[in-house]
């Protein structure tokens, strides 16, 4: 694994090098293996309908990068990751974070169902600026939920998108929708709703998580809410020792 760095060895802000960044990008494999990934554990269609990334967006959760599609322990995401972005455009553009978990269980329904995870709109981007990206200040998003998947349920995928403005040079205004509850959320009304458009452009990354004890730790100190378990225990065989010696000598 890569370690993330707060600088670029090429000056982005000539065209000819975001060229060459962004053929690298594409030619050498980095875009092939985030899109596969993301349609091998179908996070296209389940996320959205398509998606057609146009920055390179990569996360680190502590000092190193993690690859897109790998199991993330929980105790490694209490934290927010580190995001690095190289932009291949050099004027400066507006984007609007957005993480959700896609596969929170609905026993009502015996499906699942999204959780809003994080939600900062108006993050300034170019090829010009710190390909670490330094979130601003606000009160019109979502603080960063922990991934915390559930006992007893599959694997959580965990989506991170960098979603480009409706019109890229000006901030929009969220306020609105904060009173929508994180486990009501919908990241396709969202879309829709705002007129973003995911399919043009913008960053991807996602992860997986399963349960580990340190979920635990996260449902007593930060949700402070009775962690729920999903699933049958499984069921003791009282034969295991007598099935595990030798019928014949």
């Given amino acids: 694994m890569s370690s993330l760095s707060d600088t670029s060895p090429a000056d982005m802000a000539k065209p000819v090098f975001r060229h060459l960044a962004k ?18 554990m179908n996070v296209v269609p389940d996320l959205l309908p398509d998606l057609h990334p146009s920055i390179d967006l990569s996360l680190a ?7 897109p599609g790998v199991f993330v322990d929980p105790i490694l995401t209490v934290q927010p990751p580190r995001i690095r972005v190289n932009a291949f455009h050099g004027d400066e553009r507006y984007y609007t974070l957005v993480m959700v978990d896609l596969d929170v269980p609905d026993p009502a329904r015996q499906s699942f169902r999204q959780c809003l995870h994080w939600l900062i709109p108006n993050i300034v981007i170019s090829s010009k600026s710190s390909s670490l990206v330094h979130l601003p ?14 006992i007893g349920t599959p694997y959580h995928r965990y989506c991170l998108l ?8 000006l901030a929009i205004d969220l306020r609105s929708m904060l009173e929508t509850k994180r486990i009501a959320f919908s990241l396709r009304d969202f879309i829709k ?17 399963v349960w580990s004890p340190a979920v635990t730790d996260i449902y007593r100190d930060i949700l402070r809410v009775p962690e729920p378990r999903y699933g049958r225990p499984p069921k003791e065989d009282r034969y295991e020792d007598v099935k595990r010696t030798r019928r014949y000598i």
């Fill in 162 to 169: 960098l979603l480009e403005n409706p019109n890229p040079h």
């Fill in 23 to 40: 053929r690298e990008w594409r030619e050498r494999g980095r875009l092939d293996r985030l899109m596969e990934r993301i349609h091998t």
């Fill in 137 to 150: 200040a606000t009160q019109e998003g979502y603080n960063y939920l922990p991934p915390h998947p559930q």
């Fill in 193 to 209: 709703a705002w007129s973003f458009r995911p399919e043009a452009g913008g960053g991807a990354f996602f992860w997986r998580s």
């Fill in 61 to 67: 959760f502590g000092p190193d990068e993690v690859e």
